[in-house]
């Protein structure tokens, strides 16, 4: 006998609608990237601390290797994290409202402050400083 | 057990970090002056503190991060397996941060 039930009404009290699945991939995929990128990153980090602003600058500029891996590390960095502090939101924040308003802020802060990097690492490369 | 909150701790942690790497680039596009201060801030003794736990933050999550990808690709899950894991994602942070501050301490870094 045919079913007069619509896809969604049968779908519906049975569970995630494969909705976790691109979540939980992107996750992992972002952290396999980052991998290598935050390995660079460390070292980067040795080096720029042994430089001043000028020197900084010049390092930025010194190839398009630094700033590309740069933005790269920013982006995956962010959206990483965004992805792990969405999963604590919701494991540990119960009431409904404030976990909207947290994980609102967790998207908010995220792309704020990934947005803001990213325009200021390619400001100082394409020349807008110095 | 105490791996696997820490892996979350450290997370929460590098979410802190990476806004200081934002606020580093926002610094380095302000000027001279901005960088100034942040060199001044991060280089001070409670910055180098807080770098300090970062570098073994990064590398404790590396690590069992890397322990997560090969759980997820299904290998690992013997109990003796999972707990050497454990184990040689702790000496690993520990290891990996002596020597980033090591190389930072002989290149002028500090």
Redesign the interface.
């Given at each position: 006998m045919a079913s007069f039930r619509t896809p969604l009404g049968r779908a519906r009290g049975l569970g995630a609608a494969k909705h976790g699945v691109g979540h939980w991939i992107a996750e992992r995929v972002s952290a396999a990237a980052l991998i290598p990128l935050v390995l660079w990153g460390v070292f980067a980090a040795i080096r720029l601390a042994t430089l001043d602003y000028y020197g900084a600058i010049a390092w930025l500029n010194s190839s398009a290797l630094n700033p590309t891996l740069l933005v790269l590390l920013v982006v995956t960095s962010f959206l990483h994290m965004h992805a792990g502090m969405r999963v604590v939101i919701e494991d540990y924040v119960e009431k409904h409202l404030s976990r909207a308003g947290f994980l609102l802020l967790n998207l908010f802060a995220c792309a704020l402050f990934g947005a803001l990097a990213v325009f200021s690492i390619l400001k100082v490369a394409l020349g807008g400083a110095v | 057990m105490v791996t696997s909150i820490l892996h979350?701790a450290t997370?929460?942690a590098?979410?802190g970090g990476?806004?200081i790497?934002?606020l580093w680039?926002?610094a380095?596009?302000?000027?001279?002056d901005a960088?100034?201060t942040f060199?001044a801030v991060m280089?001070s003794f409670p910055g180098k503190i807080v770098l300090f736990g970062l570098?073994l933050s990064?590398f404790y999550h590396?690590a069992k991060?890397?322990q997560?990808?090969i759980w997820?690709l299904g290998h690992g899950y013997k109990v003796q397996t999972a707990s050497m894991g454990a184990v040689v994602c702790i000496a690993f942070s520990i290891a990996a941060t002596l020597v980033?501050w090591i190389?930072?301490a002989m290149?002028?870094?500090?």
């Open positions: - | 979350r997370g929460c590098l979410y990476a806004l790497l934002a680039a926002l380095l596009a302000s000027g001279p960088y100034g060199k280089g570098t990064v590396l991060g890397v997560h990808l997820d980033v190389i930072a290149t002028g870094a500090l």
